[in-house]
Nanobody, 129 residues
Framework: QVQLVESGGGSVQSGGSLRLSCAAS????????MGWFRQAPGKEREGVAR???????TYSDSVKGRFTISQDNAKNTLYLQMNSLKPEDTAMYYC???????????????????????WGQGTQVTVSS
C-alpha cells in the first residue's frame, strides 16, 4: 500500500528557507509522478511543484525561482527546497503521487493534467513578516 509521509515544516520569518521531505513507500517510486501541493485556510488546494518520472519539473508561477523540487530515487524521497519565503507561502503542504495516465480522471483531485490519487498527511509551513 502506498504511503507518503511529509516532514520538515515549521515556522520561519519572511526571507527564510525550509526544506520539506516526503518519504514514499509501497510502490515502485520511479514510475510515479510526484508533486507538492498546498492549501491555506479558506483557499483552494493548489499545485506548487511537480516532478515527472523522467525528472522534468513544473512549478506554479507563484513559486518559480524560489522553490526547487527534487528527488532521491535511492531513498524513495521527494524534496521541496523553499527559499525566499513570503507570508503568502503560509499553508499546509502536501506531498502527492499519481500512477494515473496523463489526462485520465475518475473525478478526483485533478491538476497539471493528472489525477493525484495518493496523498500524505501534510506538514504546516508558517511564514511571519
Amino acid at each position: 500500500q502506498v504511503q507518503l509521509v511529509e516532514s520538515g515544516g515549521g515556522s520561519v520569518q519572511s526571507g527564510g528557507s525550509l526544506r520539506l521531505s516526503c518519504a514514499a513507500s509501497g510502490y515502485t517510486y520511479t514510475t510515479y509522478c510526484m508533486g507538492w501541493f498546498r492549501q491555506a485556510p479558506g483557499k483552494e488546494r493548489e499545485g506548487v511543484a511537480r516532478i515527472d518520472s523522467d525528472g522534468s519539473t513544473t512549478y506554479s508561477d507563484s513559486v518559480k525561482g524560489r522553490f526547487t523540487i527534487s528527488q532521491d530515487n535511492a531513498k524513495n524521497t521527494l524534496y521541496l527546497q523553499m527559499n525566499s519565503l513570503k507570508p503568502e507561502d503560509t499553508a499546509m503542504y502536501y506531498c502527492a503521487a499519481t500512477n494515473r495516465p496523463k489526462g485520465f480522471s475518475t473525478g478526483g483531485y485533478y491538476t497539471w493534467s493528472y489525477e493525484w490519487n495518493y496523498w500524505g498527511q501534510g506538514t504546516q509551513v508558517t511564514v511571519s513578516s
